[in-house]
């Protein structure tokens, strides 16, 4: 059971930065594929960023591509979304998500691609 816990959440102003991280409890953290989605009121869960266990591939929503970098290190077993330009639309509650994957280049989108979830961290931009 992977155990995923988010953190660096927050208010900021549009424009502004934020650096999100997500840490993980599997020693085997180097297998998982990973992946950030967001969830505003009253919308659906969405795709945000998906990274492969080796790194060597990722993935981005357009709304936030070239904004958005995500990264690992999994030495550290550890995640993170930079997210930089920020936009009042980019409220949503971030969620860090993992599935097991032995995959280089195949990149996981959608929700129910993925089988451990974190509690998720508010970000708030204001205009």
């Known amino acids: 059971q992977v155990q995923l816990i988010e953190s660096g959440g927050g208010l900021v102003q549009a424009g502004d930065s934020l650096r999100l991280s997500c840490a993980a409890s599997e020693r085997t953290f180097s297998t998982y594929a990973m992946a950030w989605f967001r969830q505003a009121p009253g919308k659906e869960r969405e795709f945000v960023a998906a990274?492969?266990?080796?790194?060597?591939?990722?993935s981005y929503a357009d709304s936030v591509e070239g904004r958005f970098p995500i990264s690992r290190d999994n030495s550290r077993n550890t995640v993170w979304l930079q997210m930089s330009s920020l936009k009042p639309e980019d409220t949503a509650v971030y969620y860090c998500a993992a599935r097991a994957s032995a995959q280089h280049f195949t990149i996981y989108r959608t929700p129910n691609d993925y089988s451990y979830w974190g509690q998720g961290t508010q970000v708030t931009v204001s205009s």
């Open positions: 990274i492969t266990w080796s790194g060597r591939s990722f």
